[in-house]
């Protein structure tokens, strides 16, 4: 008797739970269906009324504006590993000038604040703020001083930034992005622009959750926002402030931007600019550029249009309790802390702060209705093995909250439908596949971080403390990664004057017909020397070029065989006290320094060449050549010397002779820019 009892009180508490989850499921899932209706509805609606009205932003609308100064605000906490990379490529990804970057440091962190340095002596445009106080103490804080600092460098170099703009030391941004920036402010007060994943393998399923995740409220829920709601919640990255908002801001809250007491700054800064008059926009724009990709059965490569979002990308954690401690900060700080906030007068902004809150509710209510789907399995189970002993279902099928379920089935299945659309949007239609299984993986994360999160605040609110900064150990993309992220060539080629829009235009028009790489084309079309595209790509690369003079490291042929030379591409050019510098073929991925490093016996350094520098080095250097006159100089130095020609003139020269390996003077006649008897006149003077 007790165990029947025991038994039907079990069934009946089953059966309750199922009732209320499904109830639960119902509100959430209409409340979901409502936002995708929004969402669909502003982009039909666009795409059949507004279009020709509506023009996208073209990229000569960029170029004309006026580079107002903008200020990056970057806080870093233990980032030795990353900073220096990011910042390097922050300031060389930027196909913009008139920017000034402010790391946040701290004094028991050194090795950051060293980072940093080394980054700036490269990058003079860069100033580091060491806070007061030792860290971590959390993000909120070090922006403040931050902020501090920008104020008294303003003061200090008599200057007004237009624009402030929030990032993270993880953070590969993308080139244009100050440029939208600067063209929309400060029409527009606050900008928050896309946050994306990096990709990465197929295996890697915790990092798979967050592609998924920020694929669909980075393309619709943010959008939906924009519509509904008068604020916008920063993702913490990709935010930039107007001058007019960064001052309100300050005012409001006695100069202290960010809420200390918060572990997401971020999403009550965008809150509380709900009572600020002004425009604030989630930007999406896409540019389109040429990328190599694998066939699917052949594998061979072919070269196709692909789009690309305007947007920030990082790494996001990969192991599933990195994933939870991160997602709890998360958490703790929009679902909990969160609540501080209060509501608002606009019923748009309180519907989002009700969707925000509800995620403690929906995330621990998942991973129980798991549990009452295995208990409703195990009922099967056991009436198919002991038939005679029937236990009923928990809910049957006359029973109205039976249909209910069967809504509740259907609304699973269209969010299913929508999360595999927005990811096989961003990234391809593979990844929106696996966004199937990965939405198994991910609410289970979400329940162990919102069980964290629940611990940490009772924790901190029994404490009286402040919860730290919980920051995430962070990974930089390898080179390879990198490339797509970086400024295209012709931009680069076309900001220097290197090419005419026409040329740029015929090139792109070859490589679209006949494929290759589009500095070889130019290269072909004669448009510009092999060297000039180095250049280019030693800049798109933040690496350094350089053209060898065989003559000058005649001393360090000892330290690199002809054998290794010849087999990876490269040749020794100094000796600077890291080590010493190879020149590289450029476009040649090779050995990296790491690994030459080892090969020689010693720390490696590389700069950037062509492929006819390496050639003529190796054929002038190692064979011997290296007759240098004792008296006069060189023959080219001389007739620089002397004002016979001009520094173009004879770079151009012996860019000719190292493709064709014919003598100077030869090439300087056949230019008509020396006679025979000019000639001998000046090698009669050199020897």
Sequence with gaps: MEAFDLGFVTWYAFRVLFIVLVVVFLISGLDDLFMDLVHYTRLIHRRLFRRKFIKPVTREQLADAPEKPIAIMIPAWDESNIIQRMLLNTAGAC?????????????????????????????????????????????????????????IFEKKHDIQFAAFVMQDAEDIVHPLWLKFINHLMPRVDFIQLPVFPLEGPWYQFVAGVYRDEFAENHTKDMRAREVLSEALPSAGVGTALSR??????????????????????DYLLGILLNTMPGKKIFLQQWVEFRQKRKRWFSREEKEVTVRQPVATREYFPNSFMSAVRQKSRWILGISLQGWSAGWTRSWGTNYFLYRDRKALVTNLAVVIGYVVVLFWAGISAFNAWRPGTEIPPLVEVHEPIFKVALVVLGLFGWRIANRMFATATIYNVFEGCLAVPRLLLGNFVNFSATVMAIQRFIKSKISGTVPAWGKTEHAWPSEEQMRKY???????????????????????????????????????????????????????????????????????????????????????????????????????????????????????????????????????????????????????????KTGAIDGETLTEALRRQKRTNQRLGDILMAMNLITREQLDRHLKDIE
């Design 95 to 151: 196909d913009y000038k008139n920017f000034h970057i402010f790391v946040g440091t701290y004094p028991n962190d050194e090795a950051t604040a060293h980072e940093a340095q080394k980054a700036r002596e490269v990058f003079p445009n860069m100033d580091i703020i060491v806070t007061p106080a030792d860290g971590p103490t959390n993000k909120a804080d070090c922006l403040n001083w931050i902020y501090q600092g920008i104020r």
């Design 244 to 265: 007019r908002t960064i001052e309100w801001l300050a005012n409001e809250r006695k100069n202290q931007i960010f809420d200390i007491k918060s572990l997401t700054e």
């Design 486 to 640: 970086r400024r295209k060539l012709g931009d680069l080629l076309l900001d220097r004057r290197m090419v005419t829009a026409d040329q740029l235009e015929e090139a792109l028009a070859i490589q679209q017909r006949k494929g290759g790489k589009l500095g070889a084309i130019l290269i072909d079309m004669g448009a510009l020397w092999e060297e000039d595209v180095v250049h280019m790509v030693a800049e798109q690369e933040n690496k350094q070029a350089v053209e060898i003079d065989p003559y000058a490291a005649r001393d360090l042929l000892d330290l690199v065989p002809r054998s290794c030379a010849e087999e990876h591409r490269v040749y020794p050019v100094a000796m600077e006290a890291g080590g010493l510098v190879l020149a590289k073929e450029a476009g040649d991925d090779g050995l990296s320094e790491e690994q030459m490093s080892s090969l020689l016996g010693r720390k490696v350094m590389y700069r950037l060449t062509s492929s006819a520098d390496i050639d003529f080095a190796i054929r002038r250097g190692y064979d011997g050549d290296h007759a240098s006159p004792v008296q006069g100089g060189r023959l080219g130095e001389r007739l620089l």
